[in-house]
């Protein structure tokens, strides 16, 4: 190859360089999930980038990409009850960034505003509530401490970011707290226990009380039934009459309820 032929070649290879790198310097890209800032000699934008393709000053100008997808942080907040035990509660928080504060973030936060912004009033909120209850209240009211917490938090953070949930992982607790608490909940639960026995107890006294009192008053009415009805006496006797030996039954002087069974057959004596 001669000289002149490899100098044109060396030219067209600079010339692709140099294209290439004004092509990449004027043009960017915003990832999908994204919102992009742009950034002129230190001086942020006042509106953000949507996703896509555009361009931009070459070497003056740079895209800052900020993420408006869920994000999941943990954190833990050290906390007091109102019988003054302390409580540990570890939380993890899932918040994200709306496309509309994200300028407003990067310019007051510069990165991630999870530590700056989320966790101090999370970790407020938590502290306030679990103030107003006993250490037992805040094991049995999980739920409520969450949801609480969750308005709280997002009442002190506002609109520039949004808190999607908070999720309580773990409720800690001194060791003698904690035995205390499980004593108490075996207490409870033998105390109920036996207020059930007693109860069952007492429900059975009644109902044999209750089968007493109605078979008095069957054999009471019964009485009273065959003191009206002597007839029906001797019927009942007639019926229960093996017929084979005498049978006589005694009644009051003037009650017609005296009855002599007739003899059956004499059988013949023995030789």
């Not at 600079?14 to 000699?41: A, N």
């Not at 001797?234 to 030996?245: A, Q, Y």
Request: net charge neutral; hydrophobic share 45%.
């Amino acid at each position: 190859m001669n000289p002149p032929t490899l100098a044109r070649l060396i030219g067209a290879a600079i010339v692709v360089f140099i294209l290439v790198v004004i092509g990449s310097t004027t043009s960017y890209i915003v990832q999908p999930g994204t919102r992009g800032i742009k950034v002129t000699l230190g001086k942020a934008a006042d509106g953000f980038l949507p996703e896509g393709f555009g361009f931009k000053s070459p070497f003056i100008t740079r895209i800052v990409p900020v993420s408006v997808k869920q994000r999941t942080s943990t954190l833990q907040a050290e906390c007091f009850s109102s019988d003054l035990q302390q409580v540990i509660i570890d939380v993890r928080v899932l918040y994200r960034v709306p496309e509309e504060s994200v300028v407003q973030i990067y310019r007051e936060f510069a990165g991630d505003p999870f530590d700056s912004l989320i966790a101090p009033r999370v970790q407020e909120a938590l502290k306030e509530i679990t103030a107003l209850r006993s250490a037992v209240k805040i094991v049995t009211d999980r739920e409520e401490i969450k949801q609480k917490a969750i308005a709280t938090a997002r009442q002190k953070i506002g609109t520039i970011l949004t808190v999607e949930d908070i999720v309580i992982r773990s409720i800690d607790l001194s060791h003698e707290l904690e035995v205390a608490i499980e004593a108490k909940m075996v207490a409870e639960q033998e105390a109920t226990k036996a207020r059930f026995v007693q109860l069952q107890t007492q429900v059975e006294a009644d109902t044999v009380v209750i089968r007493a009192r109605g078979e008095a008053e069957a054999i009471r009415i019964r009485g009273e039934a065959l003191t009206l009805n002597p007839a029906f006496l001797r019927l009942l006797i007639v019926e229960k009459w093996n017929g084979r030996s005498p049978l006589v039954i005694p009644a009051n002087p003037g009650s017609p309820a005296g009855l002599l069974l007739p003899l059956g057959p004499i059988p013949p004596a023995a030789p």
